[in-house]
Structure formats: C-alpha cells, structure tokens
C-alpha cells in the first residue's frame, strides 16, 4: 500500500530546475517529505533543497504522497525514519496527526527541518521555516478591499482544518475582513485540496448568494476550482478573486482576468534555507528556531515585470 501511495524522485534535478551550483565537500542525506507530491509549490522547493544540498555536498531524496493527507505521509515518515538519514525536511501534512512521528524522527537523531507547514509543537524541530501566511492572508483582503471599496459579500476556500499554513491565511484575512463593517464574510468553506470540490463549493455559495463580490481561495487547488466555479456561473466579472500561490495554472488564470490578484510564496527559497539549517545542525552549529520568507503579491501589472521571479517551477 505505502509503495503505492508514494511518488519517490531520488537525487535528480528536475527538468524545471536551473542546475548551475557547485559541489561542496559535506557529507549526509537529507530527506525530503512533500506535503504532496506533483504540486508545483513542492516542485518549486525541491529545485531549491537540491541547488543547494548540491553546494553543500549531500544528497537528498523526495517523497510524497499523492494526497495532502496524513494518512499517507505518516508511512512515508515512518519509513524514512527507519532509514536514518541526517536530516528530514518536511511539511507536515495535519499540525496534530504529523507530531508524534516526527517527534520519533527527532528521539531517533535525525535534525527536523519544518519547511511550509508547522506542527502544534515545533520545538521537535531544530528550525522551522515558512512564508508570513497570516500576513498574506490580511494581504488578500486589502486587494478585495482595493478592488470593491463599496464592500460586499465575501467568502474564502480552504483546504483542510489542521493544515497551518492554510489556517494563519484563513485566520490573517478573518481578522481582516472582520475590521471593515463595508463586508459581510460568509465564512470558510474546505475544499480537501481538491479543485472539483472546490469549483462545487463555489458554484453552491453562487447559487445561495448570487451578489458575492470576493473570494479569497487558500492554495493552489482551492484557487484553480474557485475560477471553474465563478467561470462556470458566468460571474467573472461580479467576482473577484484572489489566490494564494502562484503555479503556473494560476498566472494563466490572472492573465485571463479570472483572478485577480496572486499572493505568492517563494518556496525555492524556503527549501534552500531548509537545508541550511539542517546542516547547521548535523554540524552542530548555530540554528535559527524559526525562519520567514514573507510574500508577493503579483497582479496583472507585474506578472511582466517583477512579478515574473515569483512564479513556481512546474
Ligand atoms: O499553498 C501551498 C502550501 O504552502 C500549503 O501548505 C499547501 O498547499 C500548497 O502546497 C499549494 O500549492
């Protein structure tokens, strides 16, 4: 069952990665565990973790699961584990479910390395790094904000409770939303990090509430159904939406003007900050607890410009 459940890519570069680093004279094998594989946001750390475990003279290998579930991370966790590598890089697919196998993975030796996700209790890991979530959240409905001043009906679409990075989004553009009496929030609705569920989602809110005016879509897959939802009601003018994460389904769309704002993680860069610290640790230097890698926001007016550098690897 687990060798099913798991797409392995073992220390080779990826057609979408640049492969011009050197090679450095360390040595270990870094592990990296993806919340799933195929999604362009990992794709994207990946090319980092291998650019720069390539400087540092170690080896990595990929895994993920073909859901963003923790149901199927759990073995791949367990498994890695049992192998004994240096470090793990990982992002944790549940903040509650992941914590007592990693916390296993830390009793047995290995440096954990957060990378996106979190846990309830990070202090399992020697470093934990990710995007400012929260802050792009409140970012997505300043751009709601920008483009409905009048205010209106909005609604966001997330992914799963437990996810962390999705939640502080969720949590950023609630606490947002919830300062300006001009909107009226109709709350969260989860789409299992499917677009198919995320476009019937949306179709349902369209059909009860006809004059929304916003939606702010939590990650890749809930933005690419958002856009089928609001595209099949013939709503995209009425709608606006706003993404987080930019793969490249996702700049198409906002050429389009399906969607109208991207807020964009830099997920190379957290990948090779991500080996970093894990090999600060194994040599048991100095570690930074936790790392930020903020956000970007691209619109139709940047994409061109400097909005292109953010767009994901795929
Ligand atoms: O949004 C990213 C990631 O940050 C999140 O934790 C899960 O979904 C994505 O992988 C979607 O690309």
């Known amino acids: 069952v687990v060798a099913l459940s798991v797409a392995s890519v073992s220390a080779m570069f990826l057609a979408g990665c640049s492969s011009d680093s050197g090679s450095g004279g360390g040595s270990g094998n870094i592990a990296f565990i993806q919340g799933v594989s195929g999604d362009e946001f990992y794709i994207s750390m990946q090319c980092g973790i291998e ?4 400087d540092a003279g170690v080896t990595v290998d990929t895994q993920g699961p073909v859901k963003f579930d ?5 073995p791949i966790v367990d498994s890695v584990v049992a192998s004994r590598p240096s ?9 509650a479910a992941m914590q007592a196998p990693l916390e296993a993975a830390s009793k047995a030796g290995i440096k954990v390395v957060l990378v996106d996700t979190t846990l309830e209790d ?3 890991a020697v470093s934990s790094i990710s995007s400012d979530n929260k802050g792009g959240g409140a970012e997505a409905f300043n751009a709601i904000e920008r483009l409905s001043p009048a205010g209106g009906k909005v609604l966001v679409i997330s992914t799963d409770p437990g996810v962390s990075t999705a939640d502080a989004r969720v949590e950023g553009f609630e606490e947002a939303v919830g300062a300006n009496p001009a909107f009226d929030y109709l ?3 989860y789409s299992h990090n499917d677009p198919a569920e995320a476009a019937r989602l949306v179709s349902a809110a369209l059909a009860k509430d006809p004059d929304i005016t916003g939606i702010f879509a939590a990650n890749t897959f809930a933005a690419e159904g958002t856009a089928t939802g609001v595209r099949q009601a013939g709503k995209q003018d009425q709608v606006k939406i706003i993404g987080f994460d930019a793969g490249p389904a996702q700049v198409k769309q906002l050429r389009e003007g399906t ?3 991207l807020i964009a993680q830099q997920p190379d860069t957290i990948g090779t900050d991500g080996v970093a610290q894990a090999m600060a640790a194994i040599n048991d230097e100095p570690v930074t607890a936790e790392i930020s890698t903020g956000f970007h926001v691209i619109t139709a ?4 410009g400097e909005g292109a550098q953010y767009v994901y690897k795929s």
């Open 301 to 304: 007016d940047n994409i061109d």
């Open 259 to 261: 969607v109208q704002a």
């Open 51 to 54: 650019a720069a475990a390539k």
């Open 70 to 74: 923790p149901t199927l991370q759990k």
């Open 87 to 95: 470090a793990i890089l990982i992002a944790p697919t549940d903040v």
């Open 122 to 124: 990070p202090s399992i």
């Open 187 to 189: 709350g969260v609705q």
